[in-house]
């Protein structure tokens, strides 16, 4: 199995940046789809980007296209999320998730993080 661990979050100002990570343990790390996902207070966990196991591929939700970039090194068996011109409707908890193929579906991913918060004010 595979176990993840968020850093990186914290509380920025609107137009500012932060760079998440996920560490990842577990020997099948390179075979799964990883992703990031979000919750804010009251509201639905939702789909925020993905990566392919190899990292040739990318999805993003539209409103983060443009400003947030994921990417992973199989290597370090981790992965990031760069978080640019944040908003503060960006604010939430941010989870890694991974699966062998990973879906928006917040109901079928196989494996979580425990979250960071990031938040941005204005």
């Known amino acids: 199995q595979v176990q993840l661990v968020e850093s990186g979050g914290g509380l920025v100002q609107a137009g500012g940046s932060l760079r998440l990570s996920c560490a990842a343990s577990?020997?099948?790390?390179?075979?799964?789809?990883m992703g990031w996902f979000r919750q804010a207070p009251g509201k639905e966990r939702e789909f925020v980007a993905a990566?392919?196991?190899?990292?040739?591929?990318?999805v993003y939700r539209d409103s983060v296209m443009g400003r947030f970039t994921i990417s992973r090194d199989n290597a370090k068996n981790s992965v990031y999320l760069q978080m640019n011109s944040l908003k503060p409707e960006d604010t939430a908890v941010y989870y890694c998730?991974?699966?062998?193929?990973?879906?928006?579906?917040?109901?079928?991913?196989?494996?979580w993080g425990q979250g960071t918060q990031v938040t941005v004010s204005s």
């Open positions: 990566i392919s196991w190899s990292g040739g591929s990318t």
């Open positions: 577990g020997r099948t790390f390179s075979n799964y789809d």
């Open positions: 998730a991974a699966d062998q193929r990973i879906s928006p579906n917040v109901a079928t991913i196989a494996y």
